[in-house]
């Protein structure tokens, strides 16, 4: 199995940055792709960044130019640049597993936004 744990979250005025991490541990070497995931109150979750094995990154239109996904191994980060009031969300730390359809998720982190 795999745990994920989520950081970096926090309040930040519009226009700031912050850098999310996500620590992987158990049996990493059957995770496959990640991602970063958030949902904002009374919204569907939804997808902000994946990465593959390999590197290959997709990013969700509204993120594209301010967010960057990596990825070192079993560490995830997720890199916010010029931060907008709707970023606000709780943001989760997503894996996949080689042998099994469902995928590992973290308990999440808060985003906040605001002036």
């Known amino acids: 199995q795999v745990q994920l744990v989520e950081s970096g979250g926090g309040l930040v005025q519009p226009g700031g940055s912050l850098r999310l991490s996500c620590a992987a541990s158990g049996i990493i070497s059957r995770i496959t792709a990640m991602g970063w995931y958030r949902q904002a109150p009374g919204k569907e979750r939804e997808l902000v960044a994946s990465?593959?094995?390999?590197?290959s990154t997709n990013y969700a239109d509204s993120v594209k130019g301010r967010f960057t996904i990596s990825r070192d191994n079993a560490k995830l980060s997720l890199q916010m640049n010029s931060l907008k009031p709707e970023d606000t969300a709780v943001y989760y730390c997503n894996a996949g597993d080689l042998f099994l359809v469902r995928p590992y998720w973290g308990r999440g982190t808060q985003v906040t936004v605001s002036s």
């Open positions: 990465i593959t094995k390999g590197g």
